[in-house]
Structure formats: C-alpha cells, structure tokens
C-alpha cells in the first residue's frame, strides 16, 4: 500500500496517509503543514524520474568507479530534494517516509543538518543492479569506437530516445508507480501576468515544483493555439486512438462557465477571446481567469489524452467566485473519473467540501440502480463514490493534529470544520446586539 509518514518536519509533528484513494483532501489554518504534505508526496513520487533523469545523462556514469554508482545517485536525489525544500541546516532532525509498495520504501532523514537518503534493500539491489546495468550500456559504446555513435546525430538522438523508453518502463516497475506526477502551486496568476516574459524568465532562484510547473505550462501553450473545440479536432488527426467525447463536452462546458471566455495561445501572445471580436490579453484578464487558466488547460489535457496522472492542487478555489468554485470541483472529479487519475488538494474553502459532497451524495442517491424514470440531477461522469474519498484537518499549533473529517456512515465531509469562523462572528454579533440593547444605542 503507498502511503507517507511524517515526523517532526517544520509545522508538522506526526502524519500517516495512506494515498489509495483517488482524492485526498487536507484543510487547515496558514503554515499548518498542509503545503509541506503536499511537497512531500510531490517529490518522493518524483524520484521515480529522478532517477529516469540519471540513468539517462551519460556524464553521470563516465569515469566513475562500480562502487560509486549508488553513492553518486543518492548524491543526485539530495541534490533535488534541495531543490524542492532548500537548506536544511536550520532544521530539527525529521524522519519522512515513503512506502512505494510492499517492501519498496525510501526513507529520508535529518542529522546535523545533512539529509540522508535510504532505499529499502529490495529497491536499493534493484538500483544498484540498473545502474551497473546502464554503466555497461554506455561503456559499450565507447569502446566499440563506433562512428555512427560519435557523428552520426540521428543515430545519437533515436540512441538516447530509446534508453529514455526503456528506463521510464523499467522505473515505472521499479517504483510501483505509472502515474504521471502532476504539482500546480498557489500564486499562478503571477504566471499569467508574466505571459508574454515566460519563455525568458530565469527559473533557477525558484523551488523544483514551481519550476517543473512553468516548464509545463512552456510546453503546454504550443497546444492551445486555437480554441478547444478545434485543440480536440487536431489531435484527432495526429493520434490514433478513441477519446470520450462526452467528457470533452462536459469538460468545455465547465471550462467556460469559469473562464466566461476562450483561451488562445498563438504567434499574437496568450488571449482571452469573449467573442469573434471581442478579446483582452491575459495579462490583463481578471485576478480569477489568471490564477484558475492554468490548471483548466492541464486537466483538460489529461482528460483528451486519457493519461492516468497524480495531480497536486493547493487552492483550486483561489480568486474564484462560489459557483465557480463548484464548476471546479466538478471539473476536477471529471478529470478523476475519465482517466483514472488520482488527486491531492489542498483548501481553505467551505464551497469547495460542499461541492464535493453533492458530488458524493450524488453517488449515494443516483448510482443506486433503484431510481427509475427520475430526471439525473448530477452527471454520471462527475459523481464521486463515497469510497474514493478522504478528507482531513490539519493543524500546526500545539497540540498538533491531523485528523479526518469525513464521517464514515455517511461518507460525506465535515465542511463545518473549515467554517468555524462563522460561529465567532455570530457569537461576537449577538454580543455587539446584547450592548447595543442594554445601551440602548
């Protein structure tokens, strides 16, 4: 079973989440912990490419003793983990670990402040077996002094195309995991204002996630050179294979009524088209269009190629009204269905656990079998089964706690526990209402 398990990693104290679901849901107060977990999920699934990245980049393997093999890969991972997370020097010593599957786990922890990296001897043999594996691969090449290998690119090039297709199989395997890992951060509509400087923007100061983020969204935009419905009508012509166009449709149509209008990426810069005539640069649509763009065109991505991927939301709900907030849930529960993805979310919002439990309750009442002739009230394809789901609160005060809040009769979340704030305000208003009474003000 895949889970995590956290201890004593700044704001959090101790966590186990088992990560079978198709969605998790963490609430909590800032700096609790929840961007912390969601972090640490990102990058021990990333190992996985990681790793893939390594064995792929000969350098890493010319000169380099049998015996250093492994160390140099460990060196590697840290290497990213420092990406992800930065310095670790002013931290206390933690302990995360990440079970891949049974008897697969790596654990990560803090001496002195070094973070070391342990694979579990079955994936550790396994490593070190592949590793040895691809030294033997290149070194083939070298000393068979073969010229194609030396001048001929296209021989290079299809060379290394295929020790990519290879390895990225075989870590799929190694790791128990054929998930594509998918992180979309808070602040995205930062990225829209810098529409027009991204593909010059110096990512380097920035953490692993956020710029494996804007890579994406660099490669992404090439897709969305006219609108969707034509985006579904060229891929079409360019892969084999079946789509469920009744989830496009669905998926559109939710798109819109967020966006209230069409995204467009071409030689003119990145627009937002109202209508045939009508349309703004997206540096200057709303603050709501900016920070909800992205994460619309990727899930709608996954949906038209059907690509099982682990995708990590914090704030889905950032700068959006209430309705579209639920128009996004609802796109993010198709995304799930349709492809067999699983996600991770992160919130403050009481609109989006409410949102979802009309999806989930959608499920109790209308997939029953027993309602006949009843007009649908929710799409088949957005509904969420009670069983897929958790959702949990965080928080980083002392004590500190991370329970769950979904109630296991009814299957369905405790959207009061994000909204406690409106007890505070009623009961400080009626205090206010009592004085003004006995002051008769």
């Not at 922890?109 to 033997?136: C, H, M, N, R």
């Not at 065109?297 to 690509?307: G, H, R, V």
């Not at 929710?378 to 509904?383: D, E, F, N």
């Amino acid at each position: 079973m895949k889970k995590i398990s956290i201890s004593n990693y700044g704001p959090i104290h101790d966590i186990e989440l088992k990560l079978e679901k198709s969605m998790n849901v963490v609430i909590g107060p800032q700096a609790s912990g929840k961007s912390t977990l969601g972090k640490s999920i990102y990058f021990c699934k990333k190992i996985r490419d990681y790793f893939v990245e390594y064995v792929t980049t000969e350098k890493n393997f010319i000169n380099t003793h049998d015996n250093e093999l492994y160390i140099n890969f460990l060196k590697y991972i840290r290497r990213k983990y420092m990406g992800c997370f930065g310095t670790t020097k002013h931290l206390n010593n933690f302990e995360i670990v990440y079970h891949y599957g049974n008897k697969k786990k790596v654990m990560i922890t803090l001496d002195k402040g070094f973070a070391y990296f342990k694979f579990s001897s079955e994936l550790s043999e396994e490593i070190k077996k592949i590793l040895y594996e691809v030294k033997v691969l290149y070194r083939s090449n070298w000393e068979s002094n073969n010229p194609e290998y030396v001048l001929d690119f296209s021989y290079i090039v299809q060379f290394y195309a295929s020790m990519r297709q290879r390895y990225e199989n075989i870590a799929k395997i190694l790791f128990e995991d054929d998930y594509e890992v998918l992180y979309i951060p808070a602040g995205r509509s930062l990225l829209s204002v810098l529409s027009d400087q991204l593909d010059v923007v110096d990512t380097s100061i920035l953490d692993l996630p956020m710029q494996d983020f804007i890579e994406r969204i660099r490669l992404t935009k090439k897709n969305f050179g006219t609108k969707l419905d034509s985006v579904v009508s060229n891929y079409l012509k360019t892969v084999q294979g079946q789509i469920k166009n009744a989830n496009l449709d669905i998926a559109q149509e939710l798109i819109h009524n967020i966006l209230k209008a069409d995204y467009v990426s071409n030689t003119d810069g990145e627009r937002l088209y109202f209508d045939k005539e009508r349309w703004v640069k997206l540096m200057y649509g709303s603050s709501g269009q900016q920070e909800s763009l992205w994460i619309l065109m990727l899930l709608f991505l996954i949906i038209l190629e059907n690509k099982k991927t682990y995708v990590i939301i914090e704030e889905p709900e950032a700068h959006l009204y209430p309705v579209s907030q639920k128009y996004m849930v609802e796109l993010i529960a198709l995304t799930m269905n349709s492809s067999a993805s699983q996600v991770f979310i992160t919130t403050h919002s009481p609109y989006i656990l409410s949102s979802l439990n009309l999806l989930i309750q959608s499920s109790k009442v209308e997939d029953n079998g027993r309602l006949k002739g009843e007009e649908t009230v929710i799409k088949r394809q957005l509904r969420i089964s009670p069983s897929l789901i958790e959702a949990y609160k965080i928080d980083g005060r002392q004590p500190f706690s991370f329970v769950s809040i979904t109630d296991t009769e009814l299957g369905l979340i405790n959207s009061m526990e994000i909204d406690t704030i409106s007890d505070v305000i009623n009961e400080e208003t009626m205090k206010l209402i009592d004085l003004e009474i006995k002051y008769d003000l």
